[in-house]
C-alpha cells in the first residue's frame, strides 16, 4: 500500500507516509505519518497505544485496520492525514526539504483510487505551505483547503449508510 510519489520524474522517499520519522502532535511521539493516521482512527486509549507502538507502515496498517474506528472517521480522515503529514515535515527539516526542493506535479500509485488523489492534494498543499511566504502560491493553498472543507461537509451531509456505500474500501 503506497509509497513514495514521483515528483519531477523522481521518487521522493520524505512522501512515503510508512517513511519513518519521529514528531510529535499533541504532545504524543508517533514513528511516520501512518502511524499517526492510523492512531486517529482510535476511539479506545488502549487500541491508540497499542497501535502507535506497532510500527510505522504495513504494521501499523494492519494494526489500524482492526480497531474501533471514531464515528466521524469519515469526515475527518483527509484532515487527519494532512495533521500528520504536516507534523512530519514540520519537525523534520530534511523531509521538508527535500518536498519544497520539488517543483512538478504529484502523482502517487500502489494505493487506493481515493487514497493517490487526497495524498497528491495533501503533498502539494504541504509544498505550498512550508515554502518561505514569498515563495507561496497562495491561490493553489486557498483551492487545495477548499476541496479538503467540501469533502468534509458533503461527508458530514450523507447518512451513516449513504456515507459507507459510497466511500466503503476496506483498503481505506
Not at 28 to 49: G, L, M
Not at 83 to 111: M, R
Not at 116 to 138: F, S, V, Y
Amino acid at each position: 500500500m503506497g509509497g513514495p510519489a514521483l515528483i519531477d520524474g523522481k521518487l521522493v522517499r520524505a512522501t512515503d507516509n510508512f517513511h519513518a520519522a519521529k514528531f510529535k502532535v499533541d504532545g504524543v511521539e508517533y514513528y511516520s505519518s501512518e502511524n499517526y493516521f492510523q492512531c486517529a482512527k482510535c476511539v479506545d486509549e488502549n487500541e491508540k497505544e497499542s497501535v502507535r507502538h506497532s510500527g510505522t507502515g504495513g504494521d501499523v496498517w494492519m494494526a489500524g485496520a482492526r480497531v474501533k474506528l471514531r464515528k466521524d472517521w469519515e469526515i475527518v480522515k483527509v484532515r487527519e492525514m494532512y495533521v500528520g503529514c504536516k507534523a512530519k515535515y514540520e519537525q523534520n527539516s530534511n523531509l521538508k526539504n527535500e518536498l519544497i526542493s520539488t517543483s512538478g506535479p504529484i502523482t502517487f500509485s500502489g494505493s487506493t483510487w481515493f487514497w493517490c488523489k487526497w495524498n497528491g492534494k495533501i503533498t502539494e498543499l504541504l509544498r505550498e505551505e512550508l515554502k518561505e511566504p514569498e515563495l507561496q502560491d497562495e491561490s493553489k493553498i486557498l483551492e487545495i483547503r477548499k476541496e479538503i472543507e467540501n469533502y468534509e461537509q458533503e461527508q458530514a451531509g450523507l447518512s451513516d449508510t449513504e456515507r459507507d456505500k459510497k466511500t466503503y474500501d476496506p483498503y481505506m
